[in-house]
């Protein structure tokens, strides 16, 4: 079924679990075009979802409202066949689990098999994915536990970067392979791996396209803190700059509270990453915080406005020496942009020479985002 039936799907499901008793009827006769066997499908899934999350009474509603339209609608269950579906699950789990495993995660091998299974890609996937490493997790040996999680840790990674497919439900699967790893990696016994998760767990949520956005920024910031009270700058300062990194971006794109202060601390968490990463030890990573760095510059609002700006320009000009269009033909263009923004905003010197160059970053940038390879951009 396609992404829009299933969201349907699950309004109309909401819908049943939340009418008062007696609307029932007239909320199913009033979608009417939904009621099939897909429909059934999904609410057996939902109802097993619910009775994991200990809403039990609430899955015994659902199940019981399905087995109703059941009979209505003269289907007749075929455990073989959802059996059927479970096994297809499970065998390409493991498939991708042990090609990570053997190409030790390399997207080269990974990807193809992901490609060719686009279909699985989605909330039975998941399903089988937290059924399956929870049992594997309560019946192995420590150390068998651990080589799973990593296998699931680089296969998150992987699936977080897939390019094709459904990338909302590649970043739930993420998600769920990340909260699976935090049940082996835990604080106490593997605190570098643990940090590690937490900061791609934080990753994914700043991506994350389901649900609340405000929400998911929040469990990211959240995230990035704990792994920073483990990835120290005295014990692992790479580490350390890249999470404080995340958390600038983080931080920027925060919605809930103040939006200065979030800003401030923004450039508080990029001016630490800087320094670490040098441009002499680590130009890509130092480009990359620069341009962040201005763009924060660029948004925030206490403060000298024309000073802010001022610092934004000299932040994307010092991006731009590592940034090259030969190199980084797509960063390039990115902070091209943000370079042109600042000049079209910029208070001090002349305003139409300021134009002028806004003018000349974004055609710079247009080199690259064209119509063609890059339509929004």
């Not at 909260?179 to 998760?197: D, H, I, M, P």
């Not at 600042?342 to 974004?362: M, P, S, T, V, W």
């Amino acid at each position: 079924m396609d992404e829009q039936r299933l969201q349907a799907y699950v309004n109309l499901i909401n819908q049943l679990l939340t009418c008062s008793s007696g609307e029932e009827v007239q909320i199913i006769e009033s979608n009417r075009e939904l009621v099939d066997a897909e429909l059934l499908q999904v609410m057996a899934q939902v109802a097993e979802q619910l009775a994991a999350n200990g809403k039990q009474d609430s899955a015994d509603f659902l199940l019981s409202l399905r087995s109703q339209l059941l009979k209505i609608l003269g289907i007749s269950e075929n455990p073989t066949s959802a059996n059927a579906l479970s096994e297809d699950y499970l065998q390409f789990l493991e498939e991708v689990l042990e090609a990570t495993h053997n190409s030790n995660g390399d997207p080269k091998v990974v990807y193809p098999l992901l490609e060719a299974n686009l279909d699985k890609l989605d909330d039975n996937f998941i399903d089988i994915l937290q059924r399956w490493t929870t049992a594997k997790f309560s019946e192995v040996e420590p150390k068998t536990a651990q080589d799973i999680a990593n296998n699931i840790w680089y296969f998150s990674d992987l699936i977080q970067q897939f390019p094709l497919g459904n990338k909302a439900n590649n970043i739930e699967i993420a998600i769920a392979g990340y909260e699976q790893v935090l049940n082996v990696f835990t604080r106490e016994s593997n605190r570098e791996s643990w940090a590690g998760t937490q900061n791609n767990l934080g990753n994914a949520y700043i991506n994350r396209i389901r649900d609340n956005r405000a929400l998911n920024l929040e469990k990211a910031i959240k995230a990035y803190e704990v792994a920073l009270e483990v990835r120290t700058e005295e014990d692992c300062p790479i580490h350390w700059a890249m999470t404080q990194n995340n958390l600038g971006i983080a931080y920027c794109q925060r919605i809930h509270h103040d939006r200065s202060e979030n800003v401030e601390k923004a450039i508080k968490a990029f001016r630490r990453a800087l320094s670490v990463y040098t441009k002499e030890n680590f130009p890509i990573h130092w480009a990359m915080t620069q341009n962040n760095r201005g763009t924060a510059y660029l948004y925030i609002i206490h403060g000298d406005r024309a000073d802010n700006l001022e610092k934004a320009i000299k932040a994307f000009q010092l991006a731009l020496k590592v940034r090259t269009q030969k190199d980084f033909p797509i960063h390039w263009a990115t902070t091209q942009n943000n370079l042109g923004i600042a000049y079209r905003d910029r208070i001090r010197g002349h305003r139409a020479l300021n134009l002028e160059r806004a003018i000349k970053a974004f055609r710079l940038a247009l080199k690259v985002r064209t119509k063609s390879d890059f339509p929004q951009d």
